[in-house]
């Protein structure tokens, strides 16, 4: 709709002001807002924008160029699209026909689950990485994060039009699993460590750090232990697959607890260690690689941007390295976008590893190269920390929240079926519905109270409303649906309702223009709110008028599509009953 009234705009102007037209409107992409209520449904003020670049004024001032401007709109839509086109105070409000919501209506629950898919990516081949879990740790709320916004960010893109594939990019590689195999060696106990592997790993890895506190050397010798696996050393290799292995059953909760999608494709950090020295030839080609005190650097402070290491003093590489072998393949690949969803601790690093690639010529646009740099998650206490042992648990959270569902369930509905299956979607919606409504780049300070309510801006509410209103579908069969009606008079709810459900496919493209799933969250809170006012204002098993009733079941049969629509967007689940 915005995209048909800029084009309406356009054609206004070139009709007043044929000369001067071209130079006036520019691109043709105007500022189209959705106002306040009572203002219509879209408003702009672009009347004001062209106003002062005319060279002969068409009008005496911009509110008066707003008044012949909207009159010119009204004769070119000829009250098609819009019953009121309106000039208030230099601004012109649109407010759609009914005639166009009811058609709407039809498109909606004709296209079923593919309504308001959008033409956005125009098929581009596009990566997304999330979920980037490192071996022998266990997961945390922090890796909660990554999981939710990548997956929904990963559904929203496909949704969107464009090609995506997605990657976890699992860490299993670096100067850390020099220190976890030293703390194995030295005080690790197989038999002990088999019963629980995650958990006892992480004790090591704490031990450690804390070691490392009062005898810096153990640094030195954790370093020595991955130079040493970098360079095939048969030990290491087989404690670092063991480590692996372990690791991968404990990622499965995300995948299968949280159903979460498993990514396309597993390339993790091991994956490019013989992709880095093609890219340190490329770093010397292009004169960017110096030595300094013994590594090898690319000075990025002419950019503001510090030294960036790339292979160190002793010999072992770097995260950054890999980084740049790990554009590099993915670009290789064909991928024309790549979208890291990580959190924004990790700016500067990307910031280092983005220029560079831009250095080597890798890089030609800005947006070719997307950091989703999310706010940290973190207790009431503080931040959260593996090295120093305050984690809490993925394990337990998801657990906690399933068992909080399921009391919730047996509490409103104890007879309902699949009781346990159903706690598990409440859950999944719970979690991440208090991740996704929150804007990514914000800092989000995790309480159970807040994670966990059934009632107000949550998941589970959005859940309750498209199961009731599905319940109200089961008790309308029977009832013969017809055509609808273009000629019947709605109610003002009935409009509003049409009014939200009309705008989904502009939400969609607002989301995946900005990476933010929040927006989409926020749309269906609002949407739910508005069906349930609807609902309670209007009679629809018991009104007596069929056709009214005809176009009442057909507006909830709409809403409970565009909700399910929405909420699988957010990778959360839309049972039909609760």
């Known amino acids: 709709m915005k995209a048909y009234i800029s084009g309406l705009i356009s054609d206004a102007v070139r009709q007043i002001s044929p000369s001067e037209a071209e130079e006036v409107l520019g691109s043709g992409n105007f500022d189209i807002s959705y106002p306040k209520s009572g203002f219509g449904d879209y408003a702009t003020n672009v009347a004001m924008m062209l106003f002062k670049k005319f060279n002969v004024v068409p009008a005496e001032n911009p509110v008066d160029f707003a008044k012949q401007l909207a009159e010119k709109l009204v004769e070119l839509d000829g009250g098609y699209t819009f019953s009121n086109i309106e000039a208030q105070n230099g601004f012109i409000n649109f407010t759609i026909s009914p005639r166009v919501l009811l058609n709407t209506l039809s498109e909606i629950i004709e296209a079923k689950e593919n309504y308001g898919k959008v033409d956005l990516g125009q098929g581009q081949k596009v990566l997304v990485e999330y979920f980037q879990p490192n071996i022998a740790k266990p997961l945390h709320l922090g890796h909660l994060r990554t999981a939710i916004i990548g997956d929904s960010l990963f559904k929203i893109l496909g949704f969107s039009n464009y090609q995506t594939e997605s990657d976890t990019h699992l860490g299993d590689w670096g100067t850390q699993f020099g220190l976890l195999m030293l703390a194995y060696k030295k005080w690790g106990d197989a038999e002990t ?86 890219v340190i030839e490329q770093l010397k080609a292009k004169n960017l690689l110096v030595e300094s005190q013994g590594a090898q650097i690319v000075n990025l402070e002419d950019y503001g941007l510090g030294v960036a290491v790339v292979v160190k003093s002793d010999g072992g590489t770097t995260y950054l390295l890999r980084d740049l072998a790990t554009y590099i393949f993915r670009k290789q690949q064909g991928f024309e976008k790549q979208i890291y969803v990580v959190d924004n601790r990790q700016s500067h690093a990307l910031a280092q590893t983005f220029k560079i690639l831009e250095l080597l010529g890798v890089i030609t646009s800005p947006t070719e190269a997307v950091h989703i740099a999310y706010g940290v998650l973190s207790l009431p206490e503080g931040q959260m920390s593996t090295r120093k042992g305050t984690m809490v648990g993925a394990k337990e959270l998801i657990q906690k929240a399933q068992e909080k569902a399921l009391e919730i369930i047996n509490e409103k509905n104890p007879g309902l079926q699949n009781k346990e299956a159903v706690s598990k979607q409440v859950m999944q919606a719970a979690l991440k519905y208090f991740d ?143």
């Not at 048969?234 to 692996?244: A, R, T, V």
């Not at 109610?491 to 705008?503: C, P």
């Not at 990778?571 to 609760?578: Q, V």
């Open 193 to 278: 460590v088999k019963q629980d592997p995650i958990t006892e790993l992480n004790k090591l890895y704490v031990r450690i750090n804390t070691e490392m506190e009062a005898d810096p050397e153990l640094r030195e010798q954790g370093k020595a232990e991955f130079v040493k696996l970098e360079q095939g050393d048969s030990e290491n290799e087989e404690l670092w697959k063991q480590f692996k292995e372990w690791s991968w059953q404990e990622f499965g909760i995300i995948y299968d607890d949280l159903g979460v999608r498993k990514a396309d494709n597993d390339w993790p950090e091991s994956f490019y260690m013989d992709k880095m020295p093609a």
């Open 436 to 578: 996704l409504s929150h804007n990514y780049k914000s800092d989000i300070v995790f309480t159970w109270d807040k994670a966990l309510s059934f009632e107000g801006n949550t998941g589970p509410y959005l859940q309750y409303t498209h199961a009731r209103i599905n319940g109200i579908l089961r008790k309308t069969q029977g009832i013969a649906v017809e055509q609808i009606d273009q000629n019947i008079a709605l109610e003002d709810i009935e409009q509003l309702l049409l009014r939200k459900l009309q705008k989904f496919p502009e939400i969609i493209t607002q989301t995946a223009e900005n990476f933010s799933p929040n927006i989409i969250s926020n749309y269906l809170f609002e949407l739910s709110q508005i069906f349930n006012s609807f609902y309670e204002a209007v009679p629809i098993l018991k009104e007596t008028d069929s056709a009214k009733q005809n176009i009442r079941i057909k507006i909830i049969i709409g809403t409970a599509q565009v909700l399910k629509n929405g909420l699988n967007l957010l990778g959360i689940p839309a049972p039909e009953e609760m």
